[in-house]
């Protein structure tokens, strides 16, 4: 698969198979987040892999938008650590959340981000998985062998982008 062709057939799903992710695969996804990019290297960023049907359950019970966290297979945590870098803690993260997601597509899962920073919940998911006060819940990753097909468009480049100044078309 092409690389742009994996950047533009993922999805968020939010439905999966009742099949279990290989642990190879899990693996290689958590290789490709070690490898984000990170602001002066210091890769401020934790995550917890959560495969217990109880936890994942609760977790979906905990988040407003991801009740369907239970029927995943794996849901990864994903946490900033302000300690490592205090200006780039929460920015980090998500270049690695994007390493997951589209090397999750590459292999065939499904996967769908759910932010977590500053919600209600942050503190009981904290409480439930054992995370230290000092660290950031950025947000949960539901992963699995999808059960549904999803599209999406996309506005126009043209509306997105400026050249030299903004609102100047090229």
């Known amino acids: 698969m092409e ?22 695969k899990i693996d290689t996804i958590l290789e490709a987040a070690q490898w984000a990019p990170s602001a002066s290297n210091k890769q401020p960023w934790h995550f ?7 936890t994942r359950t609760r977790l979906g ?10 029927e995943s297979p794996v849901v990864i945590v994903v946490l900033g650590n302000p300690e490592m870098h205090p200006k ?3 920015c980090d993260p998500h270049q690695a959340v994007q390493n997951i997601l589209l090397t999750a597509y590459s292999l065939g899962l ?11 919940f942050e503190d009981d998911i904290k409480e439930m998985l054992g995370i230290p006060e000092a660290l950031t819940v950025v947000c949960t990753i539901s992963i699995g062998y999808p059960n549904h097909k999803r599209k999406s468009k996309r506005y126009p480049l043209g509306e997105l982008v400026s050249w030299e100044q903004f609102g100047k078309s090229e």
């Open 88 to 90: 780039y803690y929460l």
């Open 3 to 24: 690389f742009l062709d994996v950047i533009k057939g993922r999805r968020s799903i939010r439905k999966y198979l009742p099949k279990e992710v290989e642990k190879e």
């Open 48 to 54: 917890i892999v959560v495969r217990d049907s109880d």
């Open 110 to 120: 499904g996967s769908c981000w759910m932010g977590v920073r500053g919600a209600s």
């Open 61 to 70: 019970q905990l988040h407003p938008y991801g009740r369907f966290m239970k």
